[in-house]
Nanobody, 120 residues
Framework: QVQLVESGGGLVQAGGSLRLSCAAS????????MGWYRQAPGKQRELVAA???????DYADSVKGRFTISRDNAKNTVYLQMNSLKPEDTAVYYC??????????????WGQGTQVTVSS
């Protein structure tokens, strides 16, 4: 059993900041990659940022220089600091984790999503 609990979404004005958190729990042996995806109405889900267990990061071009992903391995938690938010950042943000389980091998798991709305 795995849980990814997201928090930190909300409504913010353009230019503002939000910080998303995603905590993983369950029978996890290790977390390989954690990432944030987003899906705006009428659009496909897209990668926003990802971070490996070693700390290597990857960002969508549209958020480079504005968003920062980080993780606390001791807490099995990933964060997404979002600065200089734009209305086009409005979407449901989903946490994703690539996990090695104590039993059952490797799985990919999604959080329930958190709404981020940026007003102009």
């Amino acid at each position: 059993q795995v849980q990814l609990v997201e928090s930190g979404g909300g409504l913010v004005q353009a230019g503002g900041s939000l910080r998303l958190s995603c905590a993983a729990s369950g029978s996890i042996f290790s977390i390989n990659v954690m990432g944030w995806y987003r899906q705006a109405p009428g659009k496909q889900r897209e990668l926003v940022a990802a971070i490996t267990s070693g700390g290597s990061t990857d960002y969508a071009d549209s958020v480079k220089g504005r968003f920062t992903i980080s993780r606390d391995n001791a807490k099995n938690t990933v964060y997404l600091q979002m600065n200089s938010l734009k209305p086009e950042d409005t979407a449901v943000y989903y946490c994703n984790a690539d996990l090695s389980m104590l039993v059952g091998g490797r799985i990919n798991y999604w959080g329930q999503g958190t709404q981020v709305t940026v007003s102009s």
